[in-house]
């Protein structure tokens, strides 16, 4: 290895990373991340690797990875190696492998997505939403876990949101002691705010950026199942999807069928996949899925290779934008329309 690409202060969004291996034409990335669980000294940790694609490793690839982690004796570290990555720009140094220099690239960590979600939706039309005469107050909840920079930086200063819309913004090792888990169980700050009546859209996100909850006001909860079937219904909200064209829908075999609805209607197929979203990377990688989804509460396009709960949130602003209806009309409108699906884990 010749090239580290970091982000800067040490944080990516699992989202952010697969925009960077896509753009950069990296040969994969490593994420270090306890997903939706409880983090600190007591809590857990993983390690996610992604491929070329910016997708999960495949089951070969992983299985081939552990195959050689039983056969390793010894490694090496570099202690003296010293990287500043709160500067940005590229560090070089002289270690004993092939590649001289090796380089160190500390990067923004939302530049590169932030220029990814320009070109898919329509910013003036979620700012007007959220700055304009009839404008919608949000909330937002990070979690404490890597999205705060995100979400300051697009919802907040790019779109216009007030900087008291995002909450737990401020990345922590122990996510302040809670689980980030963008649910009822866990997201309790945001469903107490939303409850109150004073914000009309509100949603969380898990500890890396790929997992997300959407509430209405009165904390009006939309399921993962439901969501995922309202976005494939106003795809044509999004400017991307009408530039590309839809191909077709993948869920996970625990998914709820109301995708399924929506695409009879749409004349487009569904894929049903097993657990894991390794097994969209192939159907869009081969154009047949252009949009996906698990009960788990992740959600992504063809635009990336992994679910992406940023990307969600404004897909749903841009429904609330073009439709001029609240979150609970919009669901309840679809339920009239499509049938209702009751899901429970």
């Given at each position: 290895i010749g090239r580290l690409v970091i982000g800067q202060n040490g944080i990516l969004s699992t989202p952010a990373v697969s925009c960077i291996i896509r753009k950069i034409k990296?040969?994969?990335?490593?994420i270090l991340t306890a997903s939706h669980s409880p983090g600190g000294p007591g809590g857990e940790f993983g390690v996610k690797f992604e491929v070329a694609n910016g997708g999960p490793a495949p089951d070969m690839v992983s299985d081939k990875i552990y195959q050689i982690s039983k056969t390793l004796e010894e490694y090496a570290i570099c202690?003296?190696?010293?990287?500043?990555?709160?500067?940005l720009g590229r560090q070089e140094f002289d270690l004993e492998n092939k590649f001289k220099p090796f380089r160190v690239e500390i990067v923004d960590s939302v530049d590169i997505y932030?220029?990814?979600?320009?070109?898919?939706?329509?910013?003036?039309?979620?700012?007007?939403?959220?700055?304009?005469?009839?404008?919608?107050?949000?909330?937002?909840?990070?979690?404490?876990?890597v999205m705060g920079p995100y979400v300051r930086r697009i919802l907040c200063d790019e779109l216009g949101a007030p900087a008291n819309s995002a909450i737990n913004c401020i990345p922590l090792e122990d996510f302040g002691g809670q689980p980030p888990d963008p649910n009822l169980t866990y997201a309790t700050?945001?469903?107490e705010a939303m409850r109150g009546g004073e914000y009309g859209f509100g949603a969380a996100f898990d500890?890396?950026?790929d997992r997300y909850m959407i509430l209405g006001q009165n904390g009006f909860f939309?399921?993962?199942?439901?969501?995922?079937?309202?976005?494939?219904?106003?795809?044509?909200?999004?400017?991307?999807?009408?530039?590309?064209?839809?191909?077709?829908?993948?869920?996970?075999?625990?998914t709820s069928t109301a995708l399924d609805k929506v695409a009879k209607v749409m004349k487009v197929p569904v894929y049903e996949t097993p657990a894991g979203w390794r097994y969209f990377s192939n159907l869009m990688d081969s154009g047949r899925c252009s949009l996906c989804g698990e009960e788990s509460f992740g959600t992504?396009?063809?635009?990336?290779?992994?679910?992406?709960?940023?990307?969600?949130?404004?897909v749903w602003l841009s429904i609330l934008a073009a439709r001029k209806q609240s979150v609970e009309e919009i669901v309840r409108d679809h339920w009239a329309k499509f049938g209702r699906h009751y899901y429970c884990r």
């Open positions: 990296a040969a994969g990335g490593i202690p003296d190696l010293r990287v500043d990555l709160s500067r932030l220029n990814l979600l320009r070109s898919i939706f329509d910013f003036n039309a979620i700012r007007n939403l959220l700055t304009g005469p009839n404008q919608i107050k949000i909330r937002i909840d990070a979690m404490n876990g700050a945001l469903l500890a890396d950026g939309v399921n993962a199942s439901d969501s995922l079937a309202i976005i494939a219904a106003n795809l044509s909200c999004i400017p991307y999807f009408c530039q590309m064209g839809v191909r077709g829908f993948g869920r996970s075999m625990p992504g396009s063809d635009h990336l290779r992994e679910k992406d709960g940023l990307w969600a949130v404004l």
